[in-house]
């Protein structure tokens, strides 16, 4: 069975960091790409960031550049996000997602396979 289960999230103060997980089960990161989104209350949701090992691209949410970095670990089949910096408008559910032989796109349609989301709190 093909799944992604995300983890780290929690609650954090203005200023801090924290650490995203997204780990794969039933296929490997090989020739996928992989996005992490987030989802506001009452906002749509928003891609943040990519990478795709099928073609080396990536993309960057404008609001997160310099702050957010994505990275992997093939041996763990796990791809991190890495946040730093935070604000209280990062507070969200944080979800990655992976199509296959595709480069990085920001639109959330485009991805076939979903986490549960974890929740994204950051206070003032």
């Known amino acids: 069975e093909v799944q992604l289960v995300e983890s780290g999230g929690g609650l954090v103060q203005a200023g801090g960091s924290l650490r995203l997980s997204c780990a794969a089960s039933g296929f490997t990161f090989d020739g996928y790409a992989i996005g992490w989104f987030r989802q506001a209350p009452g906002k749509e949701r928003e891609g943040v960031l990519c990478?795709?090992?099928?073609?080396?691209?990536?993309y960057y949410a404008d609001s997160v550049k310099g702050r957010f970095t994505i990275s992997s670990d093939n041996a763990k089949n796990t791809v991190y996000l890495q946040m730093n910096s935070l604000k209280p408008e990062d507070t969200a559910v944080y979800y990655c997602?992976?199509?296959?032989?595709?480069?990085?796109?920001?639109?959330?349609?485009?991805?076939?396979?979903w986490g549960q989301g974890t929740q994204v709190t950051v206070s003032s």
């Open positions: 997602a992976a199509v296959l032989f595709e480069p990085c796109y920001s639109d959330y349609d485009e991805y076939d396979y």
């Open positions: 990478i795709s090992s099928s073609d080396g691209s990536t």
